[in-house]
C-alpha cells in the first residue's frame, strides 16, 4: 500500500523522495553516456538520441512529480512538506568505473538532473512545499561518489557500502535529515 495513503489532516510533516526509474534515467545515463573503458569520452551531451531521451524523461517526470506532491497535500493539508530533489549521483567529473562518464558527459548528466530539480522546485511552490537541494548540496561540498568512501553521499555503480548503486548512502541520508532538521529549527546531533 503506496505511504501516501496514510496521510491525514493531522499529519504535520511529510518528505517526498521520488525516483527516477521511468524518467529515462537508466537509459539516459548507463546506455547513452556510460563508458565501458577507462578515458573513453562518449560524448552523450551531444548525441541527439540522448537528447530526445533526456526531454522525453523530463516530459513524463513533470505530472508525475506534480501529482505525487498534490495528492500528498491533499491528504495532509497542514502538513510540513519536504520534496528531496535529484542530484549528486554525479558530479561534475567521472572516476571510472564507479562513475563511467568523461568529465564533459558528467557536467552534461549534471545539468540533466538539475532540470528534474526545476520541476521539483516548481512543483513543490505551487503546492506549499519546500524543495531540499541535495544535489547541490552533494556537488558543491564535495561528496559525490568520487569522493573518498568517508566523504561521499552517494554510490556510484560500484558501491563502497552497503547501499545501492547509484543511490544515497548513510552519510547521504544524514544529509539529508539534517537539512530539513535545520529548516525545522532541530537539532540533530
Known sequence: MPRRSRRSPDTDIVTISIGGVDSNHVVVTREHC?????????????????????????????PKIDGAIAAVRDRAPNARIFVVGHGGAIGERGCWPSIPYSDDDARFLTGYFDRFNDIYRESAAAHGAEFVDIGAATVAGGHDPCAAPEDKWFEGLIPTSSAQPAHFNARGMAAVADMIAERLGVETR
Open 34 to 62: 556510460a563508458s565501458l573503458a577507462p578515458g573513453v569520452d562518449r560524448r552523450c551531451r551531444d548525441d541527439a538520441q540522448t537528447q530526445r531521451d533526456a526531454e522525453e524523461g523530463i516530459a513524463k517526470a513533470r
